[in-house]
């Protein structure tokens, strides 16, 4: 059985405190994160999530796609995010990052983007607590899945054996492709508009989950 993080992006900002009730019957919150540089979008900043985090006891998955992580994980840990992920392209020095993470008490995670291959994801395996592999290109949401992201899946599956790493899928998660990713041996699904666009949010939930 899969977890679930609902996008935050795919929800309606201005009745933010009810669509995150809404989504309550998941595990995770996911916020994406994007500063205009390292995708071609802005979303939202530490304020935002700190202005949410007492409307949710959900574990919040923040999401970072944004050029140098490392002068900005501070304020988005200190802003409730419980895991902070980093993607392998930016120029930041990923062992930095995951340190610096770990240091205000929050489980660091690492992403990659579809052309990245899962060799950049080796050096850091046994420092890391969750593996984004992006099925979409990173910026916007509702993109289409991208169907080469089942191999990837398989082979980062191997590669995390044994180890206490979540492999969460992030791009095009829908009701038809969701348990073949499971299959694939993902363990958490980013899902946007397929749960934000579901007339009832938990039973959306509770589909992705397998339940």
Excluded: W
């Amino acid at each position: 059985m899969v977890q679930v993080s609902p996008s935050l992006l795919a929800a309606d900002f201005s009745n933010l405190r009810e669509e995150i009730k809404s989504v309550n019957a998941a595990e995770f919150l996911h916020l994406d994160v994007m500063d205009g540089h390292f995708v071609p979008n802005l979303t939202i900043g530490p304020c935002v999530i700190s202005s949410i985090r007492s409307h949710s006891d959900l574990v919040f998955d923040t999401h970072l796609m944004i050029d140098n992580p490392l002068k900005y994980i501070e304020p988005f840990a200190k802003a409730g995010s419980d895991y902070i992920t980093v993607h392998a392209e930016q120029p930041d020095d990923i062992t930095e990052c995951i340190r610096l993470i770990e240091s205000f008490g929050k489980k660091p995670g690492l992403a990659i983007s579809p052309d990245t291959p899962v060799s950049a994801l080796i050096p850091y395996l046994d420092c890391i607590s969750m593996i984004t592999v992006m099925s979409v290109y990173p910026g916007f949401g509702g993109q289409k899945f991208i169907e080469s992201s089942y191999e990837k899946i398989k082979k980062i599956s191997t590669m995390i054996t044994g180890k206490n790493i979540l492999l969460s899928v992030d791009g095009g998660v829908d009701f038809q492709n969701v348990r073949k990713l499971e299959e694939a041996g993902v363990t958490m699904v980013v899902a946007g508009s397929t749960v934000f666009g579901h007339e009832n949010r938990e039973e959306a939930i509770r589909i992705l989950r397998g339940e």
